[in-house]
């Protein structure tokens, strides 16, 4: 049993993979700090292995960081500077593969936390892909087309250093889609004089993007509560769900259960959500909002709030939109019996706690929402042997991907009697480890 080690002890050792003391609350833990959470998350799967010291603290930190300080022309011919950042944890599997995040709310603490759940993720799908991340401070929403394109290329340029086709492989995230991705693959392939899809991933079909990959997350989402029902003995005809998040992930889960006959009774984006007790059908809001209307104007269901949605009786909670949405101060009023993490560390280990006390059925994040990098590494492959596949092909392997990914985090829990989350973290770290011994530590 590897001793059991806390964040705050690492950062009073002074050791790199501190968290940072900006994203600290004053109380000393900070639950609303990823990093903090995602480090405790290691800790306690870890104290279930039994692993060499140095291979835990090599797993703790990420393996390098860079931030970058750009300028931007506004349309207005005034210079904007902006902050962006490329995490990778770990490249001992493969290269690093991970999203890029576009919002004001982004911190290096948030980036380094994600790109730590990426290389578990990577790992417990089996992918040969460590962990990595992006961000950029900017509110998308405030800048034109020209100018997102002007500070995505500008970006893409900025972190060149550290990606490519063998190196790094980025993806859409929250604020970032396939636009973005296409700028990027633009960007680096006019700097190497030839086009290089490989080089990110999430792309338009029409320049090697894969069949399948905007759903591809959802669609996981939506394969993992068909499981999780199943164990839970609830028919899916008779399931109940609320989701918070209406972006890729949120609107296409939505999709996916509605299609499956269960019934969609609330979802939410960040400015409010809908309720209704019969039933919402997801491709009406979708539509709705497609026409430029927003989610408060959609007619035949009432507001709610994304605290009440959180909190309400339901069968499934998906919660697809941004970290920390579940913390210790609401955990102990989620009803839902089973809790879906379509997005990145949606819950704390305070709020994991309690959800283990009250028996809720948390299908964590690591596993719920996989589907988006299996398909993302499936087109990567499509890009790398310039062949491409039919979207049965591609749903047909995600399915089993999936599937085996599913059963082994259920073995685990019954192996050594955990949470689901510390099982598929337990997976993904034991497979990591054994790669860094195979490998030797160089030189
Ligand atoms: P997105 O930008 O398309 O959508 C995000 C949605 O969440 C929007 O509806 C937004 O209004 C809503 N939102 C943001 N902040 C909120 C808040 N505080 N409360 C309620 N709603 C809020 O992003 P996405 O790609 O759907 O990603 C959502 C989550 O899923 C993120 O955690 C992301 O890391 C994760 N994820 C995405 C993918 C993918 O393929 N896109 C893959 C794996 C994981």
Request: overall charge negative; proline content about 5%; aromatic content about 6%.
């Amino acid at each position: 049993m590897t001793q059991e080690t806390n964040p705050e002890t690492i950062e009073n050792s002074g050791a790199p993979c501190a968290v940072s003391n900006s994203a600290k609350s004053s109380t000393g833990r900070s639950e609303n700090n990823p990093y903090a959470n995602a480090l405790m998350q290691f800790d306690r799967a870890v104290a279930h292995l039994d692993l060499k010291r140095g291979v835990v603290d090599m797993l703790r930190c990420p393996k390098r960081e860079l931030t970058v300080n750009f300028p931007v022309m506004l349309d207005t011919g005034q210079i904007q500077m902006f902050r962006g950042y490329r995490v990778h944890h770990s490249v001992v599997r493969g290269p690093t593969k991970g999203g890029i995040r576009y919002s004001s709310d982004v911190t290096l603490d948030e980036v380094r936390a994600l790109a730590m759940w990426m290389t578990w993720k990577c790992a417990l799908m089996n992918l040969p892909y460590g962990g990595a991340k992006g961000g950029v401070v900017v509110n998308p929403k405030q800048l034109s087309n020209r100018e997102l394109e002007r500070l995505t290329r500008r970006y893409a340029t900025e972190i060149s250093v550290l990606m490519g086709p063998e190196s790094d492989i980025p993806a859409p995230d929250v604020g970032t889609n396939p636009q973005v991705m296409a700028w990027i693959m633009d960007t680096y392939s006019m700097h190497r004089g030839f086009s290089v899809p490989a080089v990110v991933t999430g792309k338009p079909v029409e320049i090697g993007g894969s069949l399948g990959r905007t759903e591809a997350t959802g669609r996981g989402v939506g394969f993992c509560i068909i499981e999780a029902l199943r164990m839970r003995g609830i028919s899916p005809g008779d399931a109940t769900v609320a989701i918070q998040g209406f972006g890729n992930v949120g609107s296409v889960a939505a999709r996916m259960v509605h299609e499956m006959g269960m019934r969609v009774i609330a979802i939410s984006c960040s400015t409010g959500g809908l309720y209704r007790s019969d039933g919402i059908d997801p491709l009406k809001v979708t539509r709705h909002l497609e026409h430029g209307g927003c989610m408060t104007t959609f007619e035949g269901a009432d507001s709610i709030s994304n605290e009440e949605l959180l909190t309400l009786d339901c069968d499934v909670l998906i919660a697809a939109a941004v970290e920390n949405q579940i913390t210790s101060f609401n955990a102990d009023r989620v009803k839902a019996k089973i809790l879906a993490e379509g997005a990145n560390g949606p819950t704390t280990p305070e709020a994991d706690d309690i959800l283990k006390e009250k028996g809720t059925f948390v299908i964590p994040d690591v596993l719920c929402n996989a589907g988006g990098v299996t398909v993302s590494y499936l087109e990567w492959v499509q890009d790398l042997q310039s062949f491409f596949w039919p979207v049965d092909e591609i749903n047909r392997k995600l399915q089993y991907l999936m599937a085996k990914a599913f059963e082994s985090v259920s073995e685990t829990v019954q192996q050594y009697m955990v949470s689901s989350r510390e099982a598929a973290q337990i997976l993904a770290i034991q497979r990591i480890s054994d790669a860094i011994l195979i490998r030797g530590i160089y030189p």
